[in-house]
Nanobody, 115 residues
Framework: QVQLVESGGGLVQAGGSLRLSCAAS????????MGWYRQAPGKQRELVAR???????NYADSVKGRFTASRDNAKNTVYLQMNSLKPEDTAVYYC?????????WGQGTQVTVSS
């Protein structure tokens, strides 16, 4: 079983930046992929960025050029650097991990962007 703990959320003004962290209980270098998702009130959870095992990173069109996902295998942690934040980025952000045994989610961290 994999445990994921997100941190780094908060309240920021539009145009500001935040960096989210997701610490995993296992060795992320062995994970098939890890991802960041978000869910705004009244909306479905959506993919923000996905880091595939080989290092490829895919982004949602809405965050390309503003968000950067990365990982530190030594710390078993993935990050989401969010720049030029917009009010529409307001959501609960979740970390996801895919391993042989299944898919795991963190508890989420709230990001609120004020206009």
């Amino acid at each position: 079983q994999v445990q994921l703990v997100e941190s780094g959320g908060g309240l920021v003004q539009a145009g500001g930046s935040l960096r989210l962290s997701c610490a995993a209980s296992g060795s992320i270098s062995s994970f098939a992929f890890m991802g960041w998702y978000r869910q705004a009130p009244g909306k479905q959870r959506e993919l923000v960025a996905r880091i595939i095992g080989g290092g490829t990173i895919n982004y949602a069109d809405s965050v390309k050029g503003r968000f950067t996902a990365s990982r530190d295998n030594a710390k078993n942690t993935v990050y989401l650097q969010m720049n030029s934040l917009k009010p529409e980025d307001t959501a609960v952000y979740y970390c996801q991990a895919a391993v042989f045994a299944g898919i795991y989610w963190g508890q989420g961290t709230q990001v609120t962007v004020s206009s």
